[in-house]
């Protein structure tokens, strides 16, 4: 059997993403899909940028990628793009939004959000109603297994059995029409949307990274099992947070609150 680990969110936290790889190759998995939004929130976008280029297979771009490193954005514009240089920039602006793949007979469809756009959302667990999320809310999961010309497909290729996304930060599996939606959480930014208190001391449990492993036949059309992981994992948030201290990000402040309590400051009272 072959084993994929599926990460996604990381933004800039690289404390996390080390802890991440370190935990993965612990587990003798070589290959690593990203499903995007490598960049911005934390202060160390270069260095994960660099980390991934070495040790992933698949990287995909998400929303926040997509925002911070188009080529018209003026030097000074965004802290996240002058750290990260140009080449970086093209590299993560030219990165591709889809990615298919068989695994034991399942034809698996990667993309950070949705078939539609970057910033689409998808969330079974919570609605987006009256938040800056609801124009882009998608409510039937089915649609995330549409063939849409966003993502280069006609209706004559072939519809998905599985699909993997990110963008919300919070991990799910969800069966739907004889279909698998499966999110690996984030890496480097996680939420958990029913905490809405800074200073509740069992925010602990949510800050930790998460990430899925995928394990089953890869690029193999035989139907045979396949199975979902999800892995989460405690790491060193202070080592992070010591890291945004020393830096000149402009809103450390903000970004120390929501790794120390998993908070969404959209949902948060």
Do not use: Q
């Not at 298919?100 to 949705?114: K, N, P, Q, V």
């Amino acid at each position: 059997m072959d084993k994929v680990a599926i990460i996604s969110d990381i933004h800039g936290n690289i404390t996390a993403l080390k802890a991440v790889i370190n935990d993965i190759e612990a587990r003798n998995i070589s290959k690593i899909f990203c499903l995007g939004d490598s960049v911005l929130k934390s202060c160390n976008s270069d260095k994960v940028i660099d980390l991934l280029r070495e040790k992933c297979d698949v990287i995909l771009k998400g929303n926040c990628d997509e925002a911070v490193t188009r080529p018209d954005i003026p030097k000074g514009k965004f802290w996240t793009r002058d750290l990260i240089g140009e080449e970086r920039a093209s590299f993560i602006y030219n990165l591709p939004i889809v990615y298919d793949f068989y695994m034991s007979g399942y034809l698996i469809r990667l993309f950070h959000a949705s078939p539609f756009g970057l910033d689409y959302v998808f969330n079974p667990m919570f609605s987006n109603k009256d938040t800056i999320y609801s124009a882009t809310e998608i409510y039937d999961g089915m649609e995330l297994f549409e063939n849409t010309e966003f993502i280069g497909k006609t209706p004559n290729d072939p519809v998905p059995d599985i699909v993997g996304y990110g963008h919300i930060h919070t991990p799910n599996i969800v069966r739907t029409h004889n279909k698998t939606i499966f999110n690996p959480g984030s890496v480097g930014m996680p939420i958990e949307m029913l905490n809405d208190n800074f200073f509740d001391k069992t925010n602990k449990f949510s800050t930790v990274a998460s990430y899925i492993i995928l394990e089953g036949n890869l690029n193999s059309k035989d139907f045979s099992s396949i199975s979902f992981n999800l892995v989460r994992l405690p790491y060193d948030i202070e080592e992070e947070i010591k890291l945004l201290e020393k830096s000149t990000l402009p809103n450390k402040n903000k970004v120390i609150t929501e790794l120390r309590s998993a908070t969404n400051y959209i949902h948060a009272k």
